[in-house]
């Protein structure tokens, strides 16, 4: 119902029963650098004033790249751009921002435990994918649905599980090995973080059999598609579970 556009648009979506066509008439803003904090910024504030609420939802759409960043902003012939993970955290840190029940990236490589430490403060479930994402990404035709089941009493927990259900449903046994949506609760992010200093601090202390052990951890243990992301669990077991730790 709308000519076609090329930049940046924003609405609330209107619901309607025809695939063929998109009855959402959008604002259009004109090309946004998607790397820009003060973008995500102004949606932010631009939905909490139009559409107050007591929760809210936030899904990063776009490339990442783990500890890397996302939101990759290069194909508009500009210089190319990108957003951090600190550049995030002080845009939600703002006092003026609502907290978060669920921050969601649909993009690949984000499920690093250094991202959802850091956004612990601003959100009660961190859902990504350790693991590189299926090109079509999230299926928004049924990532909602526990939301029409319960939409007045459905939590944080419930809401974020119902996402990585759908993500499930949407790519289980592809053999690209894409199906590794989780959802975090960000409370225990504080004991995982004391827990790992511990475990840093009995590595520095230990021999140089210790070392070698934590290096050949290191080297077996899962990567990515960025192959200096590992899988934390992968690492760190194999070395608890030694008779060749020192005490």
């Known amino acids: 119902s709308q000519s076609a556009w090329g930049d940046t648009g924003r609405a609330f979506i ?5 695939p063929n066509v998109i009855s959402t008439e ?3 803003l004109g090309e946004q650098n998607t790397g820009d904090p003060d973008t995500l910024a102004n949606f932010i504030d631009w939905t909490v004033a139009e559409a107050p609420a007591a929760h809210y939802a936030l899904i990063m759409w776009d490339h990442g790249s783990g500890l890397q960043g996302f939101n990759y902003d290069d194909m508009d012939g500009t210089t190319s751009d990108h ?52 090109a079509d990404g999230y299926d928004y035709t049924t990532l909602f649905e526990v939301l029409e089941e319960h939409p007045q009493t459905i939590g944080a927990e419930a809401l974020a599980t119902g996402f990585v259900d759908s993500y499930q449903e949407q790519y289980e046994g592809d053999f690209w090995g894409w199906d590794t949506q989780s959802a975090i609760s960000t409370s225990g992010y504080g004991l995982l ?3 790992l200093g511990e475990f840093v601090d009995a590595a520095l202390s230990g021999t140089d059999q210790d070392i070698d052990l934590l290096r050949d951890a ?9 192959s200096f992301l590992r899988d934390l669990g992968s690492f760190v077991d194999p070395v608890a579970d030694s008779d060749l730790v020192s005490e």
């Not at 209107?14 to 025809?18: K, T």
């Not at 990236?105 to 250094?114: G, I, S, V, Y």
């Not at 290191?218 to 960025?226: C, F, G």
């Open 14 to 18: 209107s619901p309607d029963s025809n």
């Open 26 to 28: 959008f604002e259009l």
């Open 83 to 134: 957003m951090t993970t600190p550049e995030l955290v002080e845009v939600l840190s703002a006092p003026n921002r609502p907290d978060f029940d669920v921050v969601a990236f649909d993009a690949c490589l984000m499920a690093m435990a250094e991202v959802g430490f850091s956004l612990a403060q601003h959100t009660e479930v961190f859902v990504a994918s350790q693991e590189v994402v299926g």
């Open 193 to 195: 973080l004391e827990t």
């Open 218 to 226: 290191r080297a077996d243990a899962i990567t990515y598609d960025i």
